[in-house]
């Protein structure tokens, strides 16, 4: 089965409040490769005291997105993707991020933005992150959602790392994994609280066995811009902003049909 993915970045309240725009960015692909399909996931989350960050983390996704979407069209393997090479693409965002503050006349710092990324094929896939949010799996043959990497909260409150840092390197994670992954999930720190158990740092099953089920049954592959457009509508909704005011990035993606159990999202 080929991947049913819907994905998208809604304005906070705060920031409508305030006369910010959003923050969050998101691209999705999919690529075909010579061992099949490969879902390319980015998510970024802009520094709420940065000048640019919207700029930034607009950079950072297609940046990335399309330097993975290049290394597998011309033959590279989701196997063969190392930390190394992570770095590496890690290094040429900053580095496009650079050029874009310079011709701004601005420091790089008023470009700030977490990142986080996954490249999953049919038997395989690596994930790295630098920042908060989280991305989250299911697997063939589980019945539950596990994190890839726990959020990356600073010492201070709503405090994190973020990819235009010096030493971004060091906190940057990553994870390579040789299994077959039917769901998947990445989303921003802004509707962290409402999808993860921070006191016992587990996922909240409920919301993803629910927001999984319209793409279940979308019969169109690749990205959905109907059910991106209702996962928008959702994210902006009143039971959703009474519960945070930040900006929020969903990608949602799928490639099974099972009929998973139904729950309230919100519960």
């Known amino acids: ?80 993707i190392d930390r190394e090479a992570a770095l590496k693409w890690l290094s040429e965002i900053q580095s496009a991020i650079s050029i874009i503050a310079s011709e701004s006349e601005a420091s790089t710092r008023e470009f700030a933005c977490t990142l986080l990324v996954a490249v999953i094929a049919p038997k395989e896939a690596v994930f790295f992150q630098v920042g908060d949010g989280a991305m989250v799996v299911r697997e063939e043959g589980d019945e539950g959602w596990a994190y890839i990497f726990w959020p990356q909260h600073g010492e201070y409150i709503n405090s994190t790392n973020f990819i235009t840092a010096r030493n971004a390197t060091e906190f940057m994670e990553f994870a390579a994994v040789s299994r077959r992954i039917e769901s998947f999930s990445a989303f921003s720190d802004g509707i962290e609280s409402l999808v993860l158990h921070y006191a016992t740092k587990t996922v909240h099953d409920p919301f993803f066995n629910n927001m999984i089920v319209p793409l279940h049954e979308a019969l169109n592959e690749g990205l959905d811009d109907g059910l991106s457009a209702s996962l928008l509508n959702y994210l902006n909704s009143d039971r959703i902003c009474a519960r945070t005011d930040d900006d929020k990035s969903l990608v949602l993606a799928t490639r099974s049909q099972l009929n998973l159990p139904s729950a309230d999202a919100a519960s």
């Open 1 to 80: 089965m080929n991947w049913r993915i819907a994905a998208t970045s809604a304005i906070g309240t705060s920031h409508i409040k305030n006369g910010q725009p959003c923050q969050d960015s998101v691209d999705v692909k999919l690529v075909r490769s010579l061992s099949g399909p490969v879902l390319i996931s980015a998510v970024s989350d802009g520094a709420g005291s940065a000048a640019h960050s919207e700029i930034g983390s607009r950079a950072a996704v297609t940046t990335v997105a399309n330097l993975i979407e290049n290394f597998l069209q011309a033959g590279g393997q989701v196997g063969s």
